[in-house]
T-cell receptor, first 113, second 113 residues
Framework: DAGVTQSPTHLIKTRGQQVTLRCSPK?????VSWYQQALGQGPQFIFQ???????QRGNFPDRFSGHQFPNYSSELNVNALLLGDSALYLC????????????FGNGTRLTVT | QKEVEQDPGPLSVPEGAIVSLNCTYS??????FMWYRQYSRKGPELLMY????GNKEDGRFTAQVDKSSKYISLFIRDSQPSDSATYLC?????????????FGKGMKLTVNP
């Protein structure tokens, strides 16, 4: 049973560029959340998708956007990249049942130069 | 004041030691408490998931929650070199099924053989 899978594993972009990160949730999970983890910090909540809609959003600018597809997979898009966007981007999935623990993927390491 | 405070360490102990990791929080709405373990270059892995105040034991791991003091702990008995990782506390308020997690900064633990 595959867990949460993310692609790519590493990415290097230049300031001002745009990036798309991808996530496939664990089998049986329909809710996907995205987190940003800067070096030496805990993950910070970006947003959550359920039934193809953004259900909740953290304190991130509109440059961060997302999408969820009918098969529950998800994308995170970041426009106009800044050096400060360099981080590990984590996708987490859970079943739609309220108060279920999250299962994380291994993340995409984004470096902005 | 940050919602969740965690001593970032690092912490270095000899093999076999008892390890105590702690977090405090300020938001009394938090109802669900988790401990995640994160190995280098990997995503967080769920270790313990608790709701009520008191202790929960799983093998060498014990999670303790004191809601009156807004304080949670993770104890690791008979620590092993394979326990060397970063440990993240996380918590969540019940918000209509939304599952945003708030994390501590993480404590880096090294268990020396």
């Amino acid at each position: 049973d595959a867990g949460v899978t993310q692609s790519p594993t590493h990415l290097i972009k230049t300031r001002g560029q745009q990036v798309t990160l991808r996530c496939s949730p664990k089998s049986g999970h329909d809710t996907v959340s995205w987190y940003q983890q800067a070096l030496g910090q805990g993950p910070q909540f970006i947003f959550q998708y359920y039934e193809e809609e953004e259900r909740q959003r953290g304190n991130f600018p509109d440059r961060f956007s997302g999408h969820q597809f009918p098969n529950y997979s998800s994308e995170l898009n970041v426009n106009a990249l800044l050096l400060g966007d360099s981080a590990l981007y984590l996708c987490a999935s859970s079943p739609g049942t309220a108060n279920s623990p999250l299962h994380f993927g291994n993340g995409t390491r984004l470096t902005v130069t | 004041q940050k919602e969740v405070e965690q001593d970032p360490g690092p912490l270095s102990v000899p093999e076999g030691a008892i390890v105590s990791l702690n977090c405090t929080y300020s938001n009394s709405a938090f109802q669900y408490f988790m401990w995640y373990r994160q190995y280098s270059r990997k995503g967080p892995e769920l270790l313990m998931y608790t709701y009520s105040s008191g202790n929960k034991e799983d093998g060498r791991f014990t999670a303790q929650v004191d809601k009156s003091s807004k304080y949670i702990s993770l104890f690791i008995r008979d620590s092993q070199p394979s326990d060397s990782a970063t440990y993240l506390c996380a918590m969540r308020a019940t918000q209509g099924g939304s599952e945003k997690l708030v994390f501590g900064k993480g404590m880096k633990l090294t268990v020396n053989p």
